[in-house]
Each structure stands twice: as structure tokens, then as C-alpha cells.
């Protein structure tokens, strides 16, 4: 049993972190890793549409800590797939043919969105319905959290979007600061960073998806002091989806 399980839900690959959730979470970080892909070819597809290859700084640890927090105040594990990768080999968070370049990155591509989906489809079965954040750092506002919802697409049919209870309005009630406000949740999203692959590939527009958000963390909040706070609080407006 525990041996079947294991085979089932552990990644094959080492540069994958992946585990078994209970909770309608689902918390992936694409672009914290740092681990070279053995066999794999830096990117240089410099002229595709978004091409970057920084990483998130810590928002692996961000991710792996968030859950961590969940856990202990619920007892149960939300759904984590973490990318160990760094985005200098492969860019989950993209469209194959932008993202992974020769067969040793679109293996590891396809192994992370199996696990996406996997989650996705695990979270659907049980519960109906779930919350997927997308957690990544951003450069240009450090006390800033910017949310990608393809404006709202990519949540559509959440009733409560920003309302003092939902999940995006505990965590700006809690002190971080996302924009859009939650007073004004449906004004438009900054345009480079209102969601990207992951979101709009597992979003609540598709009969298979489920209401997923981006999240883009300034650095203040992703610095190594800053991280068990950020967490707790990412960790206690999700518990507050879950019990809805
Ligand atoms: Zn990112």
C-alpha cells in the first residue's frame, strides 16, 4: 500500500518536489529551483515572446514553508508541486515550445505539469472545487504583491473574490499588499504579470480547472527574515478558503 503510493505520487524526478495533498489547495512554484537538469542544454531562445531565465529567488522556500504552516494548523497537507529546476533549463511556467529546449527539459516539463494536473484532478474528485496559487517573485515593487488572474478569468465563478473572508482579502487584511486592492479587486491586473501558463492552463474558465491565482512577491516579502511571516499568512487565508 504505502509502497503503491509512493510509486503513484512521488516525482520520478529528483527535480521535482511533489506531495500528496488533503486539503482543495494547491501551491506550485515554478521558478525558485536552482539545480541544473542533468543532460539538459542552457535555454537560448532568445527571441521567443517572454524569455526569461531569473530565478524567483526564494519562493521555493516561500512555497515549501507556506504548506508547512498549513499543515500545523490544520493537520492535513495541502498539494505542493515545487520546481527544484532552475528556469535556466526549463520554464514550466510557459508554453512548451518557449519553455523547454531538447528531450532531458520537456521531460522534466511534462513530469511537472502531470503532477499539476494530477493535483488539479485530485482536488476536483474530492471537494468539487479548489484554490491553486502560482507563487513567483518580482523585481519592481518590492512591498508589492501582484495577483494574475488574466483579469479574473482564471478565477471565474469564485463568488467571494476579495471580500473580507475570501482568500485574497484575509491575506491584504493581514498586511500584504496586493494589487489590485480588494476594494478595487476588478480593476485591470499590471499587464506583464496577470498570469502567465500555469493559471491560465488550470483556471476555473476550464470545465477541468479550479480557481487559480498568480501571486508575484516583492522582495521584501521573500527576504530570509521575512519568509515564516509571509508564510503564516498565506497559510491562514488559504485555511480560510478550505473551511468555506
Ligand atoms: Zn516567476
Given at each position: 500500500m504505502i509502497l503503491a503510493a509512493l510509486v503513484l505520487f512521488?516525482?520520478?524526478?529528483?527535480?521535482i518536489e511533489t506531495v500528496e495533498g488533503e486539503l482543495p489547495i494547491v501551491i506550485t512554484a515554478p521558478h525558485g529551483g536552482t539545480m541544473a537538469i542533468p543532460g539538459g542544454i542552457e535555454r537560448s531562445?532568445?527571441?521567443?515572446?517572454?524569455f526569461v531565465t531569473v530565478t524567483d529567488t526564494r519562493t521555493d522556500v516561500l512555497a515549501r514553508t507556506t504548506a508547512a504552516e498549513v499543515e500545523n494548523a490544520t493537520g492535513k497537507k495541502p498539494w505542493v508541486v515545487v520546481a527544484k529546476f532552475s528556469r535556466k533549463y526549463?520554464?514550466?511556467?510557459?508554453?512548451v515550445e518557449v519553455g523547454a529546449e531538447g528531450d532531458a527539459a520537456k521531460a522534466v516539463y511534462k513530469e511537472y505539469h502531470d503532477d499539476v494536473r494530477k493535483a488539479v484532478d485530485a482536488v476536483r474528485a474530492k471537494f468539487g472545487k479548489g484554490l491553486l496559487i502560482d507563487i513567483h517573485g518580482q523585481?519592481?515593487?518590492?512591498?508589492t504583491v501582484f495577483r494574475g488572474t488574466q483579469n479574473l478569468k482564471t478565477v471565474t465563478g469564485l463568488s467571494d473574490l476579495a471580500g473580507p473572508t475570501s482568500f485574497l482579502g484575509l491575506l491584504e487584511a493581514s498586511g500584504v499588499a496586493i494589487s489590485p486592492t480588494s476594494a478595487m479587486a476588478h480593476d485591470k491586473e499590471n499587464p506583464k504579470l496577470d498570469g502567465g501558463y500555469t493559471v491560465q492552463t488550470?483556471?476555473?474558465?476550464?470545465?477541468?480547472?479550479i480557481y487559480s491565482i498568480q501571486l508575484e512577491f516583492g522582495a521584501t516579502y521573500r527576504a530570509t527574515k521575512a519568509i515564516p511571516e509571509t508564510a503564516k499568512k498565506l497559510a491562514t487565508a488559504l485555511q480560510a478558503f478550505a473551511n468555506n
Open positions: 512521488r516525482a520520478l524526478s529528483p527535480l531562445n532568445t527571441g521567443a515572446k517572454q526549463l520554464d514550466v511556467n510557459r508554453p523585481g519592481s515593487a518590492p512591498e488550470y483556471g476555473s474558465q476550464h470545465p477541468d480547472g
